[in-house]
């Protein structure tokens, strides 16, 4: 008889793919094991062994009546009910349990069997509650095929005995005990005793190790592929591929700058100040090519604020790396998977979600993403262990580390403090770090290095103009730059604003941008905003965007914000080039809501600094007022941030350290605080198309609105939320006078 573990596998076959799969992954890991194994005084062979049975076993619960014919009916395209069949992962828990008991008591690892709780947990989140398996809960315990049991085994026992390891005997009933309430039982009275003897810290530290290489081997060994695990590219070589990319933008390229230079030679942890233009992205890959190199094919991570700032560094680093070998990831990528169906019956779809899967938890060698889906792990959401396993043995560059609240840098200060215990190095970049901030930095990394882009940072690159007034009583100011022939950026505090100054301006044909536009509509913009001539824009062109304008109108925000958006005008510091800054007074409107440390004078104090400055102000003027107006703020002092490193320490706690979380489980488990909470939803406009449209398409039309305008006016039709909502391609979501999107600045 043969046996199936997928459609186009059969078992054996399968296992010998993942096994393969294994020995590349455990190869790659192997320093970040060994690093484990003298930090809580286990062998590596026991480690090995350990980890072997996980691949050996994690599937020899499809040896059972249920899974074997449901890969029947689709071999033969016939039809199957799915409520028939159980759960694989139960039945291979039980098996792993058995015969980690037995190598267990000959040379101990943990107290807890958390290899078979890795096997258990490998499909399915693995709640305390165990809620993925709440259908198992009530069914009676699958019929086993001895038979295929038997093949089972005797193929883990060859996988053993190729490591020259070898796997006790077992004897084998003809029954299987009740996988559920096997695992059930292990929940309930041994698992907390197991995780208090062992420590919290070492059984989570283990149980990544364990369910991330077994992850990557079951991933690949599905796919039938080899693991490339890190790049292997020299500096010199980037060198010559960043050389290209400036020609063809017509950039003169005269070798690195200095600043470029010291960072491609240091060792360790690094922070890096550099104006925008400065080339701090390609600064921050030599460093990352060097370092990681020196950690033995170590992965690199580029964090960004904001999805479109992460797509954009994507595309460049495509360029150096391949797109091959540089995964994306952020929250419309997740988009794809939430669907409930079970991985056994979407192989038809595997080369579909290859890419999906590995961009989302850092399998790819460089990944490029928001700096939330770092976060998330100290959460225990999705597939944490992954990104856990690989942000351990990484080199993570997080851009623009000024751009963050309170909260959400509490939260990233905790993952440093994690991961850099793990051994992880980082590079913290931004244009404008004050005083304060780079103090904590330096202090939680331990690092006393700061290099600093000095030449440029005493270069001039465009004159400052504040005018007293409001940016919408200077339309016609606006218009004559326009006319003038002047290439123009617009930025405002506030969605509101922007869709006002376009219908304003709409005989001049701006390009209109903000987040309040589906996904679509939103991709279409970033794709021709290079190439215009006039954009009303947000903040949401403050980060990271490569964009050049010759002159800028903007409204007053935190100096940072200005610098950031300054750094968008005469990018390349062309010395003839007439650009300039004009800074007008924040709406009342607009102030409240862009505050990011939550200072009632913040904007006031900014507006006043600016005021006070020389038009001809050099890069290290504006870091003054930075300095002058961030004096007195520490963010570590805020409560924000006290109350963010509490809560990724509460968040592991609760759980165990090795549960996964449920969704929106913990409304405290954000990355990201807002006054205002939104959700996505679909305009109704587009109800027609949507309907018809594949779920892993349907994303294209999202929008986030506020949570309150969407329960007023949302509608549910077959599972899809919409919203009656006005939309103009031209200008994004419209609400009526008395409900406009003031919430949302972005």
């Known amino acids: 008889m043969i046996f199936y573990a997928k459609p186009n596998q059969i078992y054996e076959e399968h296992l010998e793919a993942v096994y393969t799969a294994w020995k590349e992954t ?68 039980v098996y792993t349990a058995k015969y980690w008991q037995l ?33 198992e809960s009530s069914l009676s315990p ?48 041994f698992l907390n005793k197991g995780i208090e003897r062992d420590g919290s810290e070492k059984c989570r530290d ?10 990557y081997a079951d991933w690949y060994g599905s796919g039938k592929e080899h693991v490339v ?69 170590a992965k690199i991570i580029y964090f960004l604020p904001t999805m479109v700032t992460a797509n954009d560094i994507w595309d460049r680093l495509t360029d150096f790396f391949g797109k091959e070998n540089v995964g994306l990831t952020h929250s419309t990528a997740n988009l794809f998977l939430q669907s409930d169906s ?208 010759d002159w800028l109108f903007t409204e007053c925000a935190p100096p940072d914000a200005i610098a950031q958006r300054a750094g968008r005008v005469n990018r390349y510091r062309d010395p003839k080039r007439d650009s300039r800054v004009y800074i007008f007074k924040a709406s009342e409107r607009g102030e409240k809501i862009y505050n990011p440390i939550n200072d009632q004078t913040l904007i006031a104090r900014s507006f006043e600094a600016f005021k006070n400055a020389p038009h001809e102000m050099i890069e290290n003027d504006i870091i003054k007022i930075v300095e002058m107006v961030y004096k007195d703020c520490k963010i570590e002092d805020s409560e924000s941030f006290k109350d963010a490193i509490l809560q990724y320490s509460l968040s592991q706690i609760n759980r165990n350290m090795i549960f996964d979380s449920r969704i929106k489980e913990d409304k405290q488990e954000i990355t990201r605080q807002t006054k205002y909470e939104t959700v996505s939803v679909i305009p109704k406009c587009f109800k027609d198309e949507v309907l018809n449209l594949k779920p892993s398409e349907r994303q294209w039309y999202e929008v986030k609105i506020p949570l309150w305008y969407a329960r007023k006016h949302k509608e549910e039709i077959k599972g899809i939320t919409f919203c009656d909502v006005e939309y103009n391609s031209n200008i994004g979501i419209i609400l009526t006078k008395d409900e406009q999107l003031s919430s949302v600045i972005f």
């Open 229 to 297: 695990y890190s790049i292997n590219k020299d500096i010199p070589v980037v060198v010559n591929d960043v050389k290209e990319r400036c020609n063809k933008k017509g950039i003169e390229f005269d070798g690195l700058r200095p600043f470029q230079e010291t960072c491609s030679k240091h060792s360790g942890h690094l922070i890096a100040i550099a104006p925008t233009g400065s080339g701090k992205t390609e600064a921050s890959i030599f460093w990352a090519l060097k370092n990681a190199k020196e950690m033995n094919g």
């Open 342 to 549: 079970s991985f056994e019956n979407e192989e038809d779809r595997w080369e579909n979600r290859w890419s999906v899967l590995f961009n989302q938890s850092f399998i790819k060698p460089v990944t490029v993403g928001t700096v939330d889906q770092l976060l998330t792990v100290g959460f225990n959401t999705g597939r944490w262990t992954l990104k856990e396993i690989n942000a351990s043995n990484a080199v993570i560059i997080i851009d623009e580390i000024h751009a963050y609240d309170g909260w959400t840098l509490g939260l990233i200060i905790s993952a440093i403090r994690h991961f850099s215990s793990l051994g992880t190095r980082f590079m913290l970049m931004s244009a404008t770090l004050p005083q304060s901030l780079q103090q904590l930095l330096s202090k939680e990394i331990k690092c006393d290095v700061i290099v600093k882009e000095e030449t440029l940072l005493s270069a001039k690159r465009s004159r400052y103009f504040v005018v007293d007034d409001l940016i919408d009583n200077s339309l016609e100011d606006i218009k004559k730059a326009i006319l003038n022939g002047k290439r123009v950026l617009v930025v405002v505090n506030t969605v509101r604003l922007c869709q006002y100054l376009t219908q304003k301006l709409s005989v001049y044909n701006p390009v209109c941008y903000h987040s309040q536009f589906i996904l679509k509509d939103r991709k279409a913009i970033e794709e021709k905003i290079n190439e215009a001539r006039f954009v009303i824009a947000t903040q949401v062109v403050e980060v990271s965007f490569d964009i050049d304008y």
């Open 26 to 93: 455990i190869n790659a890991k192997k320093f970040l094991i060994k690093r484990a194994a003298d930090k809580y005084n286990f062998s590596v062979e026991r480690f090995l062994k350990g980890s072997l049975l996980t691949i050996a076993f994690h599937d020899i619960g499809k040896m059972i009546v249920p899974f074997q014919e449901m890969m029947s009916a689709i071999i033969q395209n016939s039809s199957f009910d799915k409520n028939k069949n159980y759960r694989h992962e139960l039945v291979s828990f």
């Open 206 to 215: 283990i149980y990544f190790l364990l369910k991330g290489i077994l992850h």
């Open 103 to 135: 190598i267990n008591k000959e040379d101990y690892l943990s107290a807890i069997p958390l290899e078979a709780i890795a096997v258990a947990g490998h499909h399915k989140t693995l709640e305390s509650d165990l809620n993925s398996f709440v259908r």
């Open 142 to 189: 699958p019929q086993i095929i001895s038979e295929g049991i038997k093949e089972a085994v005797c193929i883990a026992e060859k996988l053993f005995r190729r490591e020259s390891c070898f796997l006790p005997s077992i004897q084998q009933s003809n029954k299987c005990e009740d996988p559920f309430k096997s695992l059930a039982g292990l929940f309930l009275n």
